[in-house]
């Protein structure tokens, strides 16, 4: 039987990861960002965000993961359409991933949101958190990674260290 998943993708080749399960807790049909880098493979940013909220529940994200056939990855990685910090449950659903699944998980950020205490505690809950840092100065920030309005370079880099 042919089974359609909308949230979970993969299993990919990763350099860093193996073999990695991915999940997208965002799900839309265009990029939900807070960056609009100049290089991203998937097109431009048709409208920043700023503010997290829910997209896909992970009652949704669970279920999806019981229909799943038998896969062998060594990480489960929260990626997928844009910024997935942007998530207002991402905590809650690697905990709940973690728990059905006993495989590491990973998620890739562009760190854009770290600097807040939410977003740091939701990540807390991952194994390893796989943060970009693009940019060495201010001017390259804005010409690479294009990011919307309110988020400074030092934002992201406060973030990192904290
Ligand atoms: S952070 Fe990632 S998804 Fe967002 S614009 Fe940059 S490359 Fe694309």
């Not at 359609?4 to 993969?10: A, L, N, P, Q």
């Not at 990480?75 to 207002?88: C, K, M, N, V, Y």
Request: aromatic share 8%; glycine share 6%; hydrophobic share 35%.
């Amino acid at each position: 039987m042919k089974r359609d998943f909308k949230y979970v993708y993969g299993p990919v080749d990763s350099w860093r990861l193996g073999v990695s399960l991915g999940i997208d807790l965002l799900s839309q049909d265009a990029k939900v960002c807070t960056f609009d880098c100049s290089y991203c493979q998937l097109g431009r940013t048709p409208a920043y965000t700023t503010e997290r909220r829910l997209y896909v529940s992970t009652e949704e994200i669970l279920e999806e993961m019981a229909g799943l056939p038998e896969v062998e990855e060594d990480h489960i990685t929260f990626s997928g359409i844009g910024e997935p910090t942007l998530a207002r449950n991402l905590g809650e659903a690697i905990s709940a991933v973690r728990r059905i699944r006993r495989r590491p998980v990973a998620v890739l950020t562009n760190a854009s949101l770290m600097f807040r205490e939410d977003v740091r505690e939701d990540l807390l809950s991952a194994n390893y958190v796989i943060a970009k840092l693009d940019a060495c100065s201010p001017d390259s920030f804005e010409e690479i990674n294009r990011p919307a309005p309110g988020i400074a370079y030092r934002d992201v880099l406060e973030g990192q260290i904290k």
